[in-house]
């Protein structure tokens, strides 16, 4: 596959710019929303010094894939993913937009993530060892790193825009966007949860965890943001799959695993990964992508 140019950040001044995160930029045009994915790859809360090749164009277009197939669970935010239907004042920007960009409607977004675990990893791992539960949902006792829950949970969090999300329980969910709202989310999450690993599994994929985002749309709750990909989810290879362990996965763990080693002390200034790791990096996104879209090329 052939490595595009790598795109750390975006410059369009025909369009207002809302917001610049972790990887990607947002752009209002004409009340709708443009989001773009840049190459930008986070870890331990800060940007690296480096992006990695094709990172975005996978995440924009591992979300789309998605879009399409959940559209029949919940409807979604998602205009069109296609530069040629943008506005025609961007369509001079087409190098840096095309493949890694999609144009929204702008919901009004629920203060929460919706995540689903269905392994026990990472800080649902670490909360079950200390209380035997992850956010007020209690499990099974003896339960080791990775394993299969005996059914998918529903584990949402805080969603903060600066520092770590924290998990929170069902009930503080109520209290945050109300009753109604919480179980439909609830419903909404574990219901493409479930689409999604069976799609997964079908590809050699355990989805381990993943976390989706929603808002309202003429009053109805849609799936927005980014969908199921390797920045938002575990993905593990089912053919390695091994209990009581961590495992390898499709994501940016191998960046982590990186820094961990060489002992940055997660502070500024921030490392600038070498040539072996983004290659790395780069290959895990995109096997990602080649498993579970059926696809052996991203769009330009």
Same mark, same amino acid.
């Given at each position: ?151 998918? %949970? =529903?584990?949402?969090? /805080?969603?903060? @825009? !600066?520092?770590? +999300? ?121 096997? %990602? =992508?080649?498993?579970? /879209?059926?696809? @052996? !090329?991203?769009? +330009?």
């Amino acid at each position: 596959m052939t490595t595009s140019p790598v795109i750390l950040q975006t410059e369009l001044p025909e369009v207002k710019l809302v917001n610049r995160g972790k990887v990607r930029d947002i752009y209002d045009c004409d009340g709708n929303l443009l989001i773009v994915s840049t190459d930008r790859v986070s870890a331990f809360d800060y940007v690296l010094g480096n992006g990695i090749p094709d990172k975005g164009r996978v995440l924009n277009q591992l979300s789309l894939f998605w879009f399409g197939r959940t559209h029949e669970i919940v409807s979604n935010h998602l205009i069109t993913g296609n530069v040629d239907r943008f506005p025609a004042a961007l369509k001079r920007h087409r190098p840096a937009l095309a493949g890694r960009s999609m144009m929204v409607r702008r919901a009004r977004m629920f203060e929460a993530e919706c995540v689903v675990r269905g392994y026990l990893a990472g800080s649902g791992w670490k909360e079950y060892q200390r209380t035997g539960s992850v956010s007020g949902v209690p499990l099974p006792p003896g339960l080791r790193e990775s394993s299969r829950l005996p059914d998918p %949970i =529903f584990t949402p969090s /805080t969603k903060a @825009t !600066t520092g770590h +999300d924290e998990n929170i329980s069902f009930a503080a969910l109520e209290r945050l966007v109300g009753t109604d709202s919480a179980l439909r989310l609830r419903d909404l999450s574990l219901a493409l949860y479930g689409a999604a690993s069976r799609h997964a599994e079908s590809a050699g994929v355990i989805i381990a965890d993943t976390k989706f985002e929603f808002g309202v749309l003429k009053g109805k709750v849609v799936l927005a943001d980014e969908v199921l990909t390797p920045d938002s989810s575990r993905f593990w290879p089912a053919e390695d799959y091994e209990p009581g362990r961590a495992q390898d996965s499709f994501d940016k763990q191998y960046v982590r695993d990186y820094l961990e080693r060489i002992g940055w002390n997660k502070q500024p200034p921030v490392p600038t990964l070498p040539e072996e790791v983004v290659a790395g990096t780069r290959e895990k996104y995109l096997e %990602i =992508f080649r498993r579970l /879209t059926g696809r @052996t !090329t991203l769009e +330009d």
